[in-house]
């Protein structure tokens, strides 16, 4: 039993050990840095829906002979729905390989001639439509170089046309005759329309040849605005 002589020192001792508790640091619990997050991904659009149009629907956006001027008759050969099967009846190997690698597409050509030594000319009316915008516009851009490389082209200055346009001429020789050979490519949402013109040198004019791709590009944005309710 303790004495009250000594509590006085036992409570001295108590508060000395009560105080080195008080004033001795409290380890802290370390903090934890917040986790990385991923940047969050860009949003990407969705790629426009193609335009269907049947073979059918085709033919009515290429040229008739009541667009051209006296003289003409149909290539009836050159003159239909272009299939691969087309491509391989021609031997046209150029066109397999790159339709062959375009996906889906649907296609209708218009073919004309006139054949007199004086005003010989030929006009080819050709259009496709493919099943996404890239595989057009891709088919347009490359245009002279896939399918008429053999022959020098060089670009002419011509009105704007659909969303993409390219519109090349060239001067050539074919037996005793000269030819002036206009080929024109433009495209309107996965739909491209070609024109080619060749007429005896000198004949046909650039504004001629403008009025006539005119028409076509007037003709694929009626059908279009139709087919997509527009």
Known sequence: MLT????????LIMLLLLAACQGAPVAETPTQP???????EPTVAP?????????????????????????????EFNTGP????KFVEDQLDNYLEYFDQ???????????????????????????????EEQAADFVEHY??????????????????????????????ADRFTFDIYHVAFREKNVASTLQY???????TDEQVADVARLLAERLH????QASGE
């Open 4 to 11: 009250h002589k000594r509590l006085p020192f036992i409570l």
């Open 34 to 40: 917040p986790a990385p997050t991923d940047p969050p």
């Open 47 to 75: 790629a426009p829906a193609p335009v269907v149009l049947s073979a059918e629907e085709l033919a009515g956006v290429t040229l008739t002979l009541d667009d051209l001027p006296a003289g003409f008759t149909v290539n």
């Open 82 to 85: 272009i299939t691969r099967e």
């Open 102 to 132: 375009a996906g889906e597409w649907t296609s209708y050509q218009a073919s004309f001639e006139r054949s007199g030594e004086d005003d010989m000319a030929f006009v080819t009316s050709w259009v496709v439509a493919f099943d996404s």
């Open 144 to 173: 002279i170089d896939n399918f008429f490389s053999a022959i020098y082209y060089q670009p002419i200055s011509f009105p704007q046309l659909g969303d993409q346009l390219l519109a090349y001429k060239a001067t050539q020789d």
């Open 198 to 204: 060749t007429e005896m040198a000198g004949v046909l």
């Open 222 to 225: 009626e059908a279009l605005s």
